[in-house]
């Protein structure tokens, strides 16, 4: 992978540094005990993450809203249970989610060390197409704010990856050329296709081990990033 000539790194931040998983399930935890709801966390999470997962594609693709998406996917999860709850239980516990997510910020394994590595050599950024009020709250609270120049977001854009207009809002507000940059995500999709179609270079964080498309830089942990770079 021949990344001569790369100025500006733009990383996603959920899934790719933000450890998703692990703080949305403490944030679960928390909002189950609010509610009182009788069900053990490891066992709904088993059945929520993919259905998460399939509606923030939907929601990508503009098929639901973001009230939508925090709905449907308590409801269809709950549902697997035999568990109903009211339309206001439902949008009460999707509120108090997004309230616990940023409580806690643990970071995925090698972020510090890595970004550490980058900031001496490139300008970072974040492409993120998670929900506006959290996203910058998660960067500070988990103290990695400082180590980007911008942050774009898909509701301030409007738009989400992998559209191409967030791309390029994003290198507008970097004021740097696609030529010069490298995208970094968990997301093939929304990420890496994304950001290839655009004309950006690209390393796939291959968070979930997809099998990854011939001709596609990956990797498995954060540090192997330093191979690359």
Excluded: C
């Excluded at 050599?121 to 180590?147: A, C, R």
């Excluded at 980007?148 to 050329?177: C, H, M, R």
């Excluded at 964080?205 to 690359?228: F, S, W």
């Amino acid at each position: 992978m021949n990344n001569k000539g790369v100025t500006d790194i733009f990383f996603d931040l959920d899934h790719t540094l933000w450890d998703f998983d692990r703080n949305s399930f403490l944030a679960l935890k928390r909002v189950f005990n609010t509610f009182g709801i009788n069900l053990k966390v490891e066992t709904f999470t088993a059945v929520y993450e993919p259905i998460n997962v399939a509606y923030w594609k939907l929601y990508r693709d503009e098929k639901v809203s973001k009230q939508q998406l925090r709905r449907g996917r308590l409801i269809e999860a709950f549902e697997h249970f035999e568990m109903n709850f009211s339309m206001q239980e439902i949008d009460d516990m999707a509120v108090s989610y997004i309230d616990e997510l940023p409580v806690n910020n643990h970071l995925l394994d090698g972020t510090i060390e890595i970004l550490d590595y980058l900031l001496d050599k490139y300008t970072l950024h974040i492409i993120t197409n998670g929900f506006e009020e959290v996203q910058h709250i998660k960067l500070k609270n988990s103290g990695i704010q400082g180590y980007f120049k911008t942050v774009t977001s898909s509701e301030e854009v409007g738009l989400k990856k992998p559209n191409p207009v967030i791309f390029k809002t994003a290198l507008e507000k970097a004021d740097v050329l696609k030529e010069s940059t490298l995208m970094i995500g968990d997301s093939f999709e929304a990420d890496i296709l994304g950001a290839k179609a655009f004309g950006m270079r690209t390393l796939f964080y291959n968070y979930r081990q997809e099998k990854v498309p011939h001709g596609y830089p990956y990797i498995d942990t954060l540090l192997e990033i330093k191979n690359h770079l």
